[in-house]
């Protein structure tokens, strides 16, 4: 089959390349998914779980990629509650080679049926940014109806998913960025937009929950905006200055299959519309992957046509 391999972390993406692999094997509790469309953070050539098993043992080179849609091909023993040619979406774990490849070696419990109206690259956007959405909100973030909500990074693939899902939810909710990106951030859902460029943070005033997916400085000053028993939910990394009379969570996403399944029927819904920017095919992924202009939304790799 062929793939995506990454075989040097110092080199980045610029170690990338597309190569003839095996087809995986299922292992026990297993599915093995033909990958129609494939998801790609960034960040993910920095994990250690991508150049490491869970012992702490080289397994270079790797296959990323850790979202998914595509259809299952075949179980392995004891594989329970999907079947062959289910269309599926979801979260691969991340110490195991990945959705760059045509096909993957998935965890059942790590997989979502994916409804036959969602088109396969819709599907390979969620899983990521919808989950750490989901998570950070409603898990992490306790939010509730009637709350105000500060969401850094709006018209981004994760802060544009949290400002839709904390709207939908009846928050009110607020936007940053950058000044290019207000028109982006009120179309996903905010209500009001900062400026990060121009205008004054702090003018905000007192919110109850601040979504953080910047960090540095503007998280150390978002911790003065929490109201009394409100929290600072980051996903960068723990939080270097805490609320004052509040709470300060950093988090890793996780795979639910529950929660893929809420996500997906609000994209059916039409409740909820995920933020694809550049699409690209595996042939091209490589060159895709390695582009350094600024990205504004989900990168997906579609593996075939």
């Known amino acids: 089959m062929k793939a995506i391999i990454a075989t040097n972390q110092a080199a980045g993406t610029a170690g990338m390349k597309l190569v003839e692999q095996p087809e995986p094997q299922a292992a026990i509790n297993d599915v093995i998914v033909e990958v129609h469309a494939s998801g790609f953070v960034p960040t993910e050539l920095t994990w250690p779980s991508t150049w490491v098993d869970r012992v702490g043992n080289e397994r270079t080179p790797s296959i990323p990629g850790h979202e998914l849609a595509g259809v299952v091909t075949a179980l392995g023993y004891g594989t329970t509650g999907l079947s062959v040619g289910q269309r599926v979406f979801g979260l691969t774990d991340w110490y195991r080679d990945g959705t760059l490849a045509q096909y993957v070696a998935v965890e059942a419990r790590n997989l979502a049926p994916l409804p036959g109206e969602v088109d396969f690259t819709v599907g390979a956007s969620l899983p990521i940014s919808g989950l750490t959405a989901w998570q950070g909100l409603f898990q992490h973030g306790r939010l509730q109806p009637g709350q105000s909500i500060l969401v850094h990074g709006a018209a981004g693939a994760v802060g544009s998913l949290v400002a839709q899902l904390a709207r939908d939810f009846g928050a009110y909710v607020i936007g940053t960025g950058r000044s290019a990106d207000r028109h982006k951030a009120l179309e996903f859902g905010a209500q009001e937009f900062v400026d990060l460029e121009n205008d004054v943070l702090e003018d905000v005033g007192g919110v109850d929950l601040v979504y953080d997916v910047i960090g540095g400085d503007i998280g150390k000053r978002s911790a003065g905006l929490i109201r009394a028993g409100g929290t600072l939910v980051s996903i960068v990394g723990p939080v270097e200055t805490r609320p004052a009379d509040g709470l300060a969570i950093d988090f890793v996403v996780e795979s639910d299959r529950a929660q893929l399944g809420e996500i997906v029927q609000r994209i059916r819904d039409g409740r909820l519309r995920t933020n694809i920017g ?16 600024r990205r504004t939304g989900k990168t997906i790799i579609r593996i075939r046509p």
Not at 278 to 293: F, G, H, I, Q
């Open 278 to 293: 550049n699409v690209s095919t595996l042939d091209s992924a490589v060159a895709a992957l390695s582009s350094t202009e």
